[in-house]
């Protein structure tokens, strides 16, 4: 088993910056593609970023693009999600999520371990 927990969030203004950290413990070895999800009240957990194994390729949405930047040290085993220029539509518990095999999916359901999350809250 995997276990990941999320660090990094909190109350921010409009136009702040915030480092998100995804630390994972147990068999990392079998760890392959990262990435962070967000759900907002009332709303379905939606795709942010992923990575690769080695961390070489990446993929945000549209909403994140050049803003939020994905990076993992897997000397570490942890993920990052650097956020920038953060506006209040990104209010949202960001989860870190982790697949045993290099699926590539923006959609939630192929991923196998995920943190248990951490509030992110923009003030307008």
């Known amino acids: 088993q995997v276990q990941l927990v999320e660090s990094g969030g909190g109350l921010v203004q409009t136009g702040g910056s915030l480092r998100l950290s995804c630390a994972a413990s147990?068999?990392?070895?079998?760890?392959?593609?990262m990435g962070w999800f967000r759900q907002a009240p009332g709303k379905e957990r939606e795709f942010v970023a992923v990575i690769n194994m080695v961390g070489q390729t990446t993929e945000y949405a549209d909403s994140v693009k050049g803003r939020f930047t994905i990076s993992r040290n897997n000397a570490r085993n942890t993920v990052y999600l650097q956020m920038n220029i953060l506006k209040p539509e990104d209010t949202a518990v960001y989860y870190c999520a982790a697949a045993r095999t290099p699926t590539w999916s923006t959609d939630p359901t192929p991923y196998d371990y995920w943190g248990q999350g951490t509030q992110v809250t923009v003030s307008s």
């Open positions: 147990g068999r990392t070895f079998t760890i392959s593609t």
